[in-house]
């Protein structure tokens, strides 16, 4: 992060400070601002709304129901997948520990390395909170629940929503409408990250190649590298030859002989450069060729839509693309997928659409990523998580069912106390190795 946006993020937050530290001393709004420290809850008493739903009590109870089964499922498949985690890095040190530097343990957009701070990771996140406590909010008052308030918790931005219940109510709530209640928020968050995956499936399915030699990287240690040609560079002409695609760099190459020198026009950045570039003989394995050769490599349309339909198509798709930030941001954007989350050089290797057409791409793909993160984190079987909450009362009720009712507290503080050591357990073991600490047993 430059110097200029540390000074800017410091100047925000500090008028924020400023902001709540007067309404706060002037006691302004007190119906509908609460304070927690240096958070500001915005809320509202005004949530008749919430009872329309209740004309849909059947279809919601049977959502509810399908959604608490599969709230189930994603929160065994996490937890048996994080303890699986935990038990690979005891044997072997975590790989890209990058992820657990100190400030990438919080999703917080502009701050954790691999979300940045746009339009579309803001909106992204704001839906997913919200979306996440109106199924609350609609659970609730389907089970004759009553809602005190709701609304947002803000630090600068809004980092959450809340749904305010009757404490009453959901205390003398059992069984199915209270794990209903508490699962619909995940419901949603996946319901959502499902039709946002089918979204980018179509929306990337709309992108065309365009003819244009786009130089997606530089191979060290060869010509192109000696002579400082920089990534992420469109070639316009070889030897005063206009070039359009990659194609015809090739068929310009195919003329060459090791040691000859081209010229090689470049833009990059918007700015237009000549290199005058010695080739070299072509690296073992390439092939009997006599041509010259640059180490350039261009940016494969083929492949990277290749990728994406393997991310989608598979069972674990969800789980492959939520990756991409780290990919992107931690390493250098190897899967050519970067467009998906903010604006690359590289697509002007791809014919746009229509105009707009990466930005809602990439307030899709952020729907779909914090939907999906939200969705996933929260089915966890940990309190205060809504997973740990669904797990103490299906707990509850089993052990009652087989006339031991003791038996449900047992049973849910094992399942926390296994899941939260093996979260904790990855975290710590991460960040030592993150401080160059190898930690193996």
Same mark, same amino acid.
């Given at each position: 992060?430059?110097?200029?946006?540390?000074?800017?993020?410091?100047?925000?937050?500090?008028?924020?400070? %400023?902001?709540?530290?007067?309404?706060?001393?002037?006691?302004?709004?007190?119906?509908?601002?609460?304070?927690?420290?240096?958070?500001?809850?915005? #809320?509202?008493?005004?949530?008749?709304?919430?009872?329309?739903?209740?004309?849909?009590?059947?279809?919601?109870?049977?959502?509810?129901?399908?959604?608490?089964? !599969?709230?189930?499922? !994603?929160? !065994?498949?996490?937890?048996?997948?994080?303890?699986?985690?935990?038990?690979?890095?005891?044997?072997?040190?975590?790989?890209?520990?990058?992820?657990?530097? %100190?400030?990438?343990?919080?999703?917080?957009? +502009?701050?954790?390395?691999?979300?940045?701070?746009?339009?579309?990771?803001?909106?992204?996140?704001?839906?997913?909170?919200?979306?996440?406590?109106?199924?609350? /909010?609609?659970?609730?008052?389907?089970?004759?629940?009553?809602? #005190?308030?709701?609304?947002?918790?803000?630090?600068?931005?809004?980092?959450?929503?809340?749904?305010?219940?009757?404490?009453?109510? *959901?205390?003398?709530?059992?069984?199915?409408?209270?794990?209903?209640?508490?699962?619909?928020?995940?419901?949603?968050?996946?319901?959502?990250?499902?039709?946002?995956? *089918?979204?980018?499936? /179509?929306?990337?399915?709309?992108?065309?190649?365009?003819?244009?030699?786009?130089?997606?990287?530089?191979?060290?240690?060869?010509?192109?590298?000696?002579?400082?040609?920089?990534?992420?560079?469109?070639?316009?002409?070889?030897?005063?030859?206009?070039?359009?695609?990659?194609?015809?760099?090739?068929?310009?190459?195919?003329?060459?002989?090791?040691?000859?020198?081209?010229?090689?026009?470049?833009?990059?950045?918007?700015?237009?450069?000549?290199?005058?570039?010695?080739?070299?003989?072509?690296?073992? +394995?390439?092939?009997?060729?006599?041509?010259?050769?640059?180490?350039?490599?261009?940016?494969?349309?083929?492949?990277?839509?290749?990728?994406?339909?393997?991310?989608?198509?598979?069972?674990?798709?969800?789980?492959?693309?939520?990756?991409?930030?780290?990919?992107?941001?931690?390493?250098?954007?190897?899967?050519?997928?970067?467009?998906?989350?903010?604006?690359?050089?590289?697509?002007?290797?791809?014919?746009?659409?229509?105009?707009?057409?990466? $930005?809602?791409? $990439?307030?899709?793909?952020?729907?779909?990523?914090?939907?999906?993160?939200?969705?996933?984190?929260?089915?966890?079987?940990?309190?205060?998580?809504?997973?740990?909450?669904?797990?103490?009362?299906?707990?509850?009720?089993?052990?009652?069912?087989?006339?031991?009712?003791?038996?449900?507290?047992?049973?849910? /503080?094992?399942?926390?106390?296994?899941?939260?050591?093996?979260?904790?357990?990855?975290?710590?073991?991460?960040?030592?190795?993150?401080?160059?600490?190898?930690?193996?047993?």
């Amino acid at each position: 992060m430059s110097l200029n946006w540390i000074f800017i993020i410091l100047f925000i937050v500090s008028l924020y400070l %400023a902001v709540i530290s007067y309404i706060k001393s002037n006691n302004l709004w007190e119906k509908h601002i609460t304070f927690f420290g240096p958070f500001l809850a915005l #809320k509202t008493y005004n949530v008749r709304f919430l009872d329309w739903f209740r004309n849909y009590t059947g279809f919601f109870r049977i959502y509810g129901t399908i959604g608490a089964i !599969v709230v189930a499922v !994603v929160s !065994v498949f996490f937890s048996v997948l994080m303890i699986f985690s935990f038990l690979f890095y005891l044997k072997e040190t975590p790989p890209n520990t990058e992820i657990f530097h %100190a400030t990438n343990l919080l999703a917080i957009p +502009g701050v954790n390395d691999f979300i940045p701070l746009t339009f579309a990771v803001i909106f992204g996140l704001v839906f997913a909170m919200a979306i996440h406590e109106l199924g609350h /909010g609609i659970l609730v008052r389907v089970e004759d629940m009553r809602v #005190k308030s709701t609304g947002l918790l803000f630090f600068v931005i809004p980092i959450g929503a809340f749904v305010e219940p009757d404490e009453e109510d *959901v205390e003398k709530s059992r069984g199915m409408p209270k794990i209903r209640m508490f699962g619909a928020g995940i419901t949603n968050n996946l319901v959502v990250s499902l039709i946002c995956l *089918v979204l980018l499936a /179509g929306l990337v399915g709309m992108l065309t190649p365009s003819d244009s030699a786009y130089i997606y990287g530089v191979h060290t240690g060869y010509p192109a590298y000696n002579a400082s040609v920089p990534p992420d560079s469109l070639i316009l002409a070889i030897d005063g030859e206009t070039v359009s695609s990659y194609m015809d760099v090739s068929r310009i190459l195919n003329g060459t002989s090791p040691g000859d020198t081209i010229s090689l026009s470049i833009l990059n950045s918007g700015e237009e450069s000549l290199y005058n570039i010695t080739l070299s003989e072509w690296p073992e +394995g390439s092939g009997a060729k006599d041509s010259g050769f640059m180490g350039i490599s261009y940016y494969n349309n083929q492949v990277i839509t290749d990728t994406f339909s393997a991310y989608t198509l598979s069972p674990l798709g969800p789980m492959f693309l939520s990756y991409i930030p780290i990919n992107v941001f931690m390493g250098d954007d190897t899967s050519g997928l970067g467009f998906l989350l903010i604006d690359r050089p590289y697509q002007v290797a791809w014919n746009e659409p229509f105009p707009g057409y990466f $930005q809602i791409l $990439q307030v899709v793909f952020w729907l779909f990523w914090w939907n999906f993160v939200l969705g996933t984190f929260n089915a966890l079987p940990l309190v205060p998580l809504d997973g740990g909450y669904i797990l103490r009362e299906a707990a509850d009720r089993f052990a009652e069912r087989i006339g031991r009712p003791s038996l449900g507290k047992v049973i849910s /503080g094992a399942v926390i106390f296994i899941v939260l050591f093996a979260l904790i357990g990855t975290i710590f073991i991460g960040v030592l190795a993150d401080a160059g600490i190898s930690f193996s047993v």
